[in-house]
């Protein structure tokens, strides 16, 4: 394939994901594992729970003594110990005997059901420990006790690799004592906005000057994905700027190059042949609106991407190419946003490129409707900033009617979409 071919938005994605790894292990401390995926399985070394304990607040006893009791006919038992959670009892329940035990306090030898307290006589459990006790309600054996092990084994496996740690993973691990966890390691993404335009935000403006919003755009969509973003700042538009800040992202170690703007066709637009003289080129245009100089290759053997420099076309390119990157560097296998069939509450055009047009998506009864969301100019943030979704005209199609349906990729799930 020659690399001055306009591939398609399926074709590009393709080459991309063909050519990236996924990043190696490393062990975390418990929260740093929050959204990261697993990189080995994990086996429990203790059984869950690890001893038979109390599910209630009630009394230990024994299911054959409380088999016939009632409201009219109360049992009454001798209470012969107070079990509260992390004191275990030495105390062996006899005939006619109960404990009264606390949640999760460990459950006494001799005792086969723990009755709620809540039909016994003792429903405020405030004071000194009764000499007796009546219960009002029978209990079978079993009921109301955490068995060892019921819900984990010592030996089972309980995580799988590649599996995407949740705060209810973290329990889990935490509840097995686990306190590293291995997990697929961050990738280090350089990030590098080009052009003699630019200046910082938070520096005052100067004539023909514009801010760097591709540098911070970029780098939260880093941060929002899963990567650890290198912000290289600004290079001016000479070879020898964009080719030094690129060196000071490989001698940072970093995994993979992010750089807006100088891949398109004019005549400061350097950074492709920086790239090419030192790495390789597989693509540098795509058939998508917005974003067509979208730019593939290889920096030092490290995967480059060149993104456009109107900022909606940056972050636009970022989110179909550059975050399945990511994702799949991360350890994810998953990387599809949902996508949805929506009505169009208006017309939308197209060039005939596959269209990316910003808009807002909301359910009205039992369909979804999607209305753009402002200007569809790609330097147009606001736009961008009201839109909830993506509505995806495919290629060849120049223009969708007002009540057609297409699909449109979520960008967030709001309330409007429930």
């Not at 405030?126 to 000499?131: D, F, H, T």
Request: glycine fraction near 10%; aromatic fraction near 6%; charged fraction near 20%.
């Amino acid at each position: 394939m020659a690399n001055d071919e306009m591939l398609s938005v399926a074709e590009a994605q393709h080459i991309i994901l063909d050519q990236i790894e996924t990043c190696s292990a490393e062990a975390v401390t418990l929260l740093e594992a929050l959204g990261r995926v697993l990189a080995a399985d994990v086996v429990a070394q203790d059984d869950l729970p690890p001893f038979d304990n109390s599910a209630m607040d009630g009394y230990a006893v024994r299911a054959s003594d409380v088999a016939s009791a009632s409201y009219d006919a109360p049992i009454t038992l001798s209470v012969v110990a107070d079990i509260a959670a992390g004191h275990p009892s030495e105390v062996v329940i006899g005939a006619g005997q109960a404990a009264r035990i606390m949640t999760g306090a460990p459950l006494p030898a001799g005792a086969d059901a723990v009755t709620p307290v809540e039909v016994t006589d003792e429903p405020l459990r405030r004071g000194v420990l009764p000499e007796q006790v009546k219960v009002f309600q029978n209990s079978k054996r079993g009921e109301y006790i955490r068995s060892a092990g019921g819900d984990v084994r010592r030996g089972e496996r309980v995580l799988g690799a590649g599996a995407v740690v949740r705060p209810a993973e973290i329990a889990l691990l935490a509840a097995l004592g686990v306190d590293r966890v291995p997990v697929i390691r961050r990738p280090r993404v350089a990030v590098l906005a080009t052009g003699d335009e630019l200046v910082q935000p938070g520096e005052p403006l100067k004539p023909g000057a514009i801010r760097n919003a591709n540098g911070f755009s970029t780098a939260a969509q880093v941060m929002r994905y899963g990567g650890v973003p290198l912000q290289l700042g600004i290079a001016r538009d000479t070879a020898d700027d964009v080719r030094g800040k690129l060196a000071e992202a490989v001698a940072a170690q970093a995994d993979l190059f992010v750089v807006s703007a100088g891949v398109s066709v004019g005549a400061y637009d350097l950074v492709k042949d920086v790239v090419r003289a030192e790495g390789e080129l597989n693509f540098w245009r795509v058939r998508m609106r917005p974003g067509k100089p979208l730019a593939f290759g290889r920096f030092h053997g490290l995967p480059f991407f060149g993104l456009p420099g109107n900022p909606v076309s940056a972050l636009l390119t970022f989110e179909q190419f550059v975050r399945p990157a990511i994702l799949k560097m991360c350890g994810h296998t998953r990387w599809q946003k949902p996508m949805i069939e929506v009505v169009l509450a208006e017309d939308v055009t197209s060039d005939g490129r596959e269209t990316y047009a910003r808009a807002r998506v909301v359910r009205a009864g039992d369909q979804y409707v999607a209305r753009l969301s402002g200007g569809q100019a790609s330097n147009v943030l606001s736009a961008l900033v009201a839109a909830n979704a993506l509505v995806i005209i495919p290629e060849g199609q120049t223009q969708a009617k007002a009540g057609s349906r297409v699909m449109a990729q979520m960008l967030d799930w709001s309330e409007d979409v429930f």
